[in-house]
């Protein structure tokens, strides 16, 4: 089992669609979550760090569900810039360092 | 905000040479860096995580002595690919540990193709 899921996608959706993302994620001992962004042969970009409380930022909010390791991401009134590649990542801790686990992503198509 | 370059963009090189990418942190200090490679559609595989002034934690499956990491000042850390084969053409991206919250900052990546 991949220590972080993701649904691939493609999510092909309208401008101005709300969209929602899942992510779960296997170790229990993981401390930070967050989600990043991906465009085609660039480099992720973090879009949101993902807090037990919840968070929202514009037109994104996040949310953790510990006890599920459930992890989400929900983008309203969706524009063409927000195509992309959404990826899910999880902090964990080794035995000197902490390390980022990735999701494989998901895809997201905007369409006008 | 942090900003990481990494340079070269892309390279090419021939089967057998070794190709060298560096990794800097040009407004910050980083104590860890990470390498990471993607292939095509799959998502960021950590390599190892480069920390300054010591041996760099390699992941399990990445051979130590085929990527080497050098990490001898807190604004630069290298990778060399060694006897490149073209299996190793891949998109390799470093990232920083900006000391706020286990956040990472990416370098903007160096596509090798080894032919």
């Known amino acids: 089992r991949k220590e972080v899921e993701q649904d691939p996608g493609p999510f092909n959706v309208p401008e101005g669609a709300t969209v929602a993302f899942n992510c779960t994620y296997s170790?229990?001992?993981?401390?930070?979550f967050f989600w990043y962004r991906q465009d085609c042969r660039k480099e992720p970009k973090l879009l949101m760090s993902?807090?037990?409380s919840g968070n929202e930022d514009g037109r994104f909010t996040a949310q953790l569900n510990r006890a599920s390791q459930y992890i989400s991401l929900l983008i309203r009134d969706s524009k063409l810039s927000d195509s992309a590649t959404y990826l899910c990542?999880?902090?964990?801790?080794?035995?000197?360092?902490?390390?980022?686990?990735f999701g494989s992503g998901t895809r997201l198509l905007v369409r006008p | 905000g942090a900003v990481v370059s990494q340079h070269p963009s892309w390279v090419i090189c021939k089967s057998g040479t070794s190709v060298k990418i560096e990794c800097r942190s040009l407004?910050?200090?980083?104590?860890?860096m990470f390498w990471y490679r993607q292939f095509p559609k799959q998502s960021l595989m950590l390599m190892a995580t480069?920390?300054?002034?010591?041996?760099?934690?390699?992941e399990q499956g990445v051979e130590k002595d085929k990527f080497l990491i050098n990490h001898a000042s807190l604004t630069l850390s290298t990778l060399t690919v060694t006897s490149a084969h073209p299996e190793d053409s891949s998109f390799y991206i470093c990232?920083?540990?900006?000391?706020?919250?286990?956040?990472?900052?990416f370098g903007p990546g160096t596509r090798l193709t080894v032919t």
């Open positions: 990232s920083a540990d900006v000391g706020q919250g286990y956040e990472q900052y």
């Open positions: 170790n229990s001992a993981s401390q930070s």
């Open positions: 993902v807090y037990s």
């Open positions: 990542v999880v902090n964990i801790f080794g035995d000197s360092s902490y390390k980022l686990i």
């Open positions: 407004d910050f200090q980083a104590t860890t």
């Open positions: 480069s920390n300054e002034g010591s041996k760099a934690t390699y």
